[in-house]
């Protein structure tokens, strides 16, 4: 019988179908760009134009509408303040707004996205139609669920606000103590509020991910991404922390040196202003191109941090759910031809393998894994072993009692024994004989001579 030979796992698309180590998870939302750049890039430079054009005639109308009022009031005017901070409310209602919007494009990239990641680990590479299709079911609960990320982060914002001008109120009343105690509360309450966001933003990180290829509700968006995260969380936040550094940075070095060269030939190109239109074309222009690179940067970075999240999801349903064996099994039959029916949805949630509310099985580490090619057979569905039935054997015979030897029998020989071969005798040489004394000897004795 041969010797099990190991393989390595099937890698059909940007990903191997197995859980993913932690430098794939770093490495792969980057190739992620390369797999599919006409849509991924063009897709999101197209969204962050879009989004930067809007919000730039958006605000730029309203600023210039209400603030070209005040200049027909004088300071001394009774509706001068009133003039000023409706303006102010008015601004900034519209600037709500347009973060808002914003909000809510990123909430579609993020559904490209996951959805391009889904297709990519099943080795295809679709078209923006195919992936606006798959994500346009799931559409309103992406923004529902960015506008509900905004709402949070305005009502912290307002809770600060609150604190701030409580501080300003007793400070304007002439109590230190007042201003002192709303100084340190209000301190401890942003230091606890830095903690408590990144825990939410990571245990939440994977809802985009689910309502886009799960296609369930916000609500259970939000439970699936608190269940898949449960063991995970460390590893999901150093993720998600690396690529955000890499990224900000990669847009801070750019953006920083491309700003100041913008102002400086700004004020090379027009010293006290632009004046005619050529002069107003080249400031645009300076000021304008550097803006449109860093968009460009955002893009990527958006992009990024987007497939971070979508292989982060996946890896945890292949840890806890078997996802991989679940694909594995999708391109077996999609390879022997069933139709799409047939093969129904890859990454539809089988209700016996979710995760449940209770934690998660403990992993086995690799050096205690079995050796590949030992059958693992689940223990559920067998019956319990049974313990062997006792066996009735055959009484034996007993032994006749021993009897004593007599003196006799000591040395006897066994009954039937063969006897033993004879010992080979040494032949013993004669005892010696005396010589007859001769006569013609000269050692005959003296008178042994004949007569």
């Known amino acids: 019988m041969s010797a099990q030979i190991w393989t390595p796992a099937p890698k059909p698309g940007l990903i191997p179908l197995h859980p993913l180590t ?23 430079i197209v969204v ?36 000023l901070w409706g303006s102010i409310a008015i601004n900034a209602i519209v600037a709500i707004a347009m973060s808002l919007v914003s909000v809510a494009f990123t909430a579609i990239m993020q559904g490209i996205v996951a959805a391009n990641i889904g297709y990519a680990a099943l080795g295809e590479k679709p078209s923006l139609g195919t992936l606006w299709r798959r994500m346009r079911p799931a559409l309103w609960r992406l923004i529902g669920w960015s506008l509900l990320q905004a709402l949070a982060a305005l009502v912290l914002i307002a809770i600060v606000g609150g604190i701030i001008a409580l501080g300003v109120l007793a400070g304007a009343g002439g109590s230190a103590e007042g ?49 898949l995260t449960r063991g995970r969380f460390w590893n999901t936040f150093a993720v998600i922390l690396l690529v955000s550094l890499i990224m900000n940075t990669a847009v801070g070095l750019v953006s920083v040196p491309l700003s100041l060269i913008g102002s400086l030939f700004g004020s090379i190109i027009a010293p006290t202003g632009p004046n005619d239109a ?43 759910e078997g996802l991989d064996h679940s694909l594995i099994s999708y391109l077996e039959r999609r390879d022997r031809g069933a139709t799409a029916e047939q093969l129904g949805d890859p990454f539809a949630v089988d209700p016996a393998r979710a995760v449940s509310s209770a934690p998660p099985q403990q992993q086995t580490p690799a050096f205690a894994a079995a050796p590949v090619g030992w059958a693992q ?9 049974q313990p062997y039935p006792p066996q009735q054997y055959p009484a034996a015979p007993p032994y006749p009692a021993a009897q004593p030897y007599s003196p006799q029998q000591q040395n006897a020989p066994y009954v039937g024994a063969t006897p033993p071969p004879p010992a080979p005798q040494t032949p013993v040489p004669p005892a010696a004989q005396p010589i007859p004394p001769s006569s013609e000897s000269p050692w005959a004795p003296p008178g042994s001579g004949s007569a």
């Open 48 to 83: 962050q134009l879009i989004v930067a054009a809007i919000t730039v005639a958006v605000v730029g109308a309203v600023v210039y509408g209400t603030f070209l009022r005040m200049e027909s009031l004088s300071p001394s005017s009774p509706d001068f303040y009133p003039v």
């Open 179 to 227: 201003v002192g105690l709303t100084v340190v509360v209000g301190i401890l309450l942003v230091l606890g509020m830095i903690p408590l966001g990144v825990w939410l933003n990571t245990k939440l990180l994977l809802v985009p991910s689910v309502l886009v290829l799960e296609g369930v509700s916000l609500r259970e968006g939000l439970v699936r991404s608190w269940r």
């Open 278 to 320: 050529s002069e107003i074309g080249a400031y645009l222009l300076t000021a304008i191109a550097p803006q449109l690179l860093i968009y460009v940067l955002q893009a990527v970075a958006i992009v990024v941090q987007c497939a971070a999240a979508a292989f982060i999801y996946l890896d945890c349903r292949m840890r806890y």
């Open 22 to 44: 932690f430098g794939a998870l770093l490495g792969k939302p980057f190739a992620a760009l390369r797999h599919n750049p006409k849509v991924l890039f063009g897709f999101a």
């Open 377 to 385: 057979y689940p223990p559920q569905g067998y019956p319990a072993a």
